[in-house]
């Protein structure tokens, strides 16, 4: 099991063997990017990073901080690093490659990108699309009442998707989406198939392994007089 992270002070000079007259700063990315949001996206909660040269780092780095210095010894040194899920279980394949630390100067800078096809889990997700109208989902009355037959349905994204299901329904799961930002619009169409209601919009991001939700209130405002 990976240990806690200490103080800054540990996580520079402590849990190190040797000197430390070098400093070795890794910093990493997600497919390019070093967004907070990146991580949960991508089913990454942790980076294990493991430094083996004239010191030694075995540390859990939390991912959104994506990179840490250490006080290490100059010199040619071994770097291990990976992304592990909160169960720290890998989640990429790990970047390994060595690296001279120099003494006493600049801090030495490791650029690490992790890409998609470094990943080991699926990187699809799926969207649950739910609507209200009026607050409330419980009955079927709550569209005739309205006048509301079918939800007009269209995602936009990574992917694409555009459907009409009952209105009565109050949601539709799409599985097996890619990962990524979505842009959801629904509105509700009467009997003659004509729109009785304004379109209503929500955004979603629709992470590894899991589902993410757009809920969309359909209140008196998005309904014709």
Do not use: K
């Not at 291990?80 to 890998?90: A, K, M, P, Q, R």
């Not at 990108?113 to 009026?134: H, K, M, N």
């Not at 379109?199 to 757009?214: I, K, N, Y």
């Amino acid at each position: 099991m990976l240990r806690s992270l200490g103080t800054v002070a540990a996580v520079l000079a402590g849990c190190l063997g040797g000197r430390a007259d070098g400093t070795l700063d890794i910093a990493f990315t997600i497919d390019g990017v070093a967004e907070p949001g990146r991580c949960a996206l991508y089913g990454a909660a942790w980076a294990h990073v493991l430094v083996e040269g004239a010191s030694f780092v075995d540390e859990p780095v939390p991912c959104e901080d994506f990179g840490a210095a250490y006080a290490v010894g100059a010199g040619r040194a071994s770097v291990h690093v990976e992304l592990l899920d909160t169960d720290e279980v890998s989640v990429t394949t790990p970047a390994e490659f060595e690296i001279d630390v120099v003494a006493r100067g600049e801090p030495t800078v490791a650029d690490i990108d992790f890409p998609a096809d470094s990943f080991l889990i699926s990187l699809v997700g799926a969207l649950r699309v739910e609507w209200t109208i009026d607050g409330a989902q419980e009955a079927a009355s709550l569209c005739t009442e309205r006048g509301a037959i079918t939800a007009a349905i269209d995602v936009a994204g990574p992917e694409s998707w555009s459907g009409a299901i009952s209105c009565a329904d109050f949601g539709v799961t799409l599985p097996e989406l890619p990962i990524g930002a979505y842009d959801v619009t629904v509105a509700l169409h009467g009997v003659d198939g004509e729109p009785v209601s304004a379109e209503v919009a929500a955004t979603a991001a629709v992470p590894a392994g899991a589902t993410a939700e757009a809920r969309l209130p359909f209140d008196d405002g998005a309904f014709a007089d």
